[in-house]
């Protein structure tokens, strides 16, 4: 079992910059995939930034170039810096983990964070 635990979020305004992290906790396999994934009211979830055991990254198209995926093996910690923050990106924003290192922004991922809010005002 994998637990993954978010914190981070808050309330900034449009243009500023938070920096969410997960804490994974269990049995962590030499490949895998960890990605941050969010929901707005009323809209679907949808991925937002991931990295494989590889270091290799993906990005929505929405937040490419704002946000960065990072993770610290040594601290079993994901993270995701976001910067020129906008009110679109107002969401509850959720770590997810899974050993299928390929997954990438597909929603198929087997763990999930709690969540943590995150809300950006004009």
């Known amino acids: 079992q994998v637990q993954l635990v978010e914190s981070g979020g808050g309330s900034v305004q449009a243009g500023g910059s938070l920096r969410l992290s997960c804490a994974a906790s269990?049995?962590?396999?030499?490949?895998?995939?960890m990605a941050w994934f969010r929901q707005a009211p009323g809209k679907e979830r949808e991925g937002v930034a991931a990295?494989?055991?590889?270091?290799?990254?993906r990005y929505a198209e929405s937040v490419k170039g704002r946000f960065t995926i990072s993770q610290d093996n040594a601290k079993n910690t994901l993270y995701l810096q976001m910067n020129s923050l906008k009110p679109e990106d107002t969401a509850i924003y959720y770590c997810?983990?899974?050993?299928?290192?390929?997954?990438?922004?597909?929603?198929?991922?087997?763990?999930w964070g709690q969540g943590t809010q995150v809300t950006v005002s004009s």
């Open positions: 997810a983990a899974d050993y299928r290192w390929w997954l990438l922004l597909r929603d198929e991922y087997n763990y």
């Open positions: 269990g049995y962590i396999p030499s490949t895998y995939c």
């Open positions: 990295i494989d055991s590889d270091g290799n990254t």
